[in-house]
């Protein structure tokens, strides 16, 4: 079980169990109200739990990046908070219906609602005066997530409007909060779980407020200017050098940044095309047109224009324990590799590495260079071109570079592609651990 699946199980899990301590799907006695009370709680509490951690690994943070494996990583469990949320918002909102159907209404007529007289309390009065308002912007928000969702799932809508709605999501989760608090069992607070609980949704606003302000990933970000472009339209490929000032304190090959040069189109990551030399402070990326704003990228970039880099993110570093690297560039996935030769051209490997350079074609000048490159890093290059005919399979791999018990494997590509390479290799005895893909969707 990789470690996405194991945060968000043990997260789940965790929520279950603490709001198991203090309450129970099996009230005593088990009438339909009773349940139905217990049940709308259960489902709230998870849904606004996940909606918090959701927010809360939207903040790019280093811990949570290292414990996951990466901010790409973290992106992935961002989405599964995400649709966790989604997934018991709408049984939440289904709850009375659901709960009939579990244990159904026996009682005939129309059952009086319970008044809260004065408390004494100002917190509690507060609580109790505004039920009804927060069970109307529960609802609300509840819609608007819906939208929301759609927006997020739905390919078709640009990138700029999709980024635009996550400060949007960020308004709809503080009105959930404010459904949440003040409908909340008033006995849950005094619990532990209560505090934990409680906790959670503060850094949850916390989150929230900061994606409001424009403050994720503040201070991962460095100025920069574009200083050299170089086109090749025959592979709809834009190449971009940018000097960064001093705020870029330096990355591993492998890594990627944040690049912003229109601020209405926000920031988009994209793998670092080269090694750090802190005397040039030179990033290089290699952008290929795969979406609307990619494909406008060629006349929009000039020289000497203003950007803003964040970062650096990922752990796709090839720092691994086995003796033997084999690594896959699948298309646009040739950059962090072109990365790791140019560092390695200063200090050629002494162990053996295998580079397998998928594409669909590959112009004779920039074959060229990378087989340049490749040679003076100690690095062997075998192609599979879809111009020459020729197609990568694990069983392709395992002919050219024979055991695979102390190889670890470095994938950049289509993710189908990746997970059908992994799936082969680990039959042909690769570890699990050692296959290592970076997840590039972060929609």
Known sequence: MNKIAIAFGLSLAATILLWMSVDTLSPVPLTHMAYKHAFVQFTGVIAIVTMSLCMITSLRLSLINRLVGGLD???????????????????????????????????????????????????????????????????????????????????????HIFRKAHHVIAIIFLSLVFHSVLLTKGQYWATPFGVIYGLIMLLGTIAAVMSLMGKIGHGNRASGRITHIVKHPDIDVVEATVVVDEHWQGHKPGQFAFLTSKRAEGAH???????????????????????????QLKDWFKIDMAVTVEGPYGQFTFSDSPKNQVWIGAGIGITPFIAKLKELEQTPSQAPISLFVCADHVPDELRQRLETRASKAGV??????????????AELISQSVGSLNDTSVWFCGPDKFGKILKKSLIEKGLSRLHFHQEMFKFR
Request: aromatic share 18%; with cysteine; net charge positive.
């Open 380 to 393: 062997t290059v075998h192609w599979y071109l879809d111009s020459e005919g020729k197609r990568l399979s």
């Open 73 to 159: 990583k973290t992106y992935r469990l961002h989405k599964w908070f995400g649709v966790a949320s989604f997934i018991f918002s709408l049984i939440h909102w289904l709850a009375g219906d659901i709960a009939s159907k579990i244990v159904p209404l026996k009682e005939i007529g129309k059952r009086a609602r319970h008044q809260h007289g004065e408390s004494g309390h100002c917190i509690f009065d507060f609580f109790h005066q505004n039920r009804e308002l927060a069970e109307v912007v529960g609802e609300y928000g509840f819609y608007a997530l819906v939208a929301f969702v759609f927006i997020a799932l739905a390919r078709f809508i640009p990138y």
């Open 269 to 295: 990551p994209y793998t670092i095309a080269s090694s750090w030399n802190a005397e040039s402070r030179e990033l290089t990326f290699i952008i290929k047109a795969l979406g609307d704003w990619t494909s």
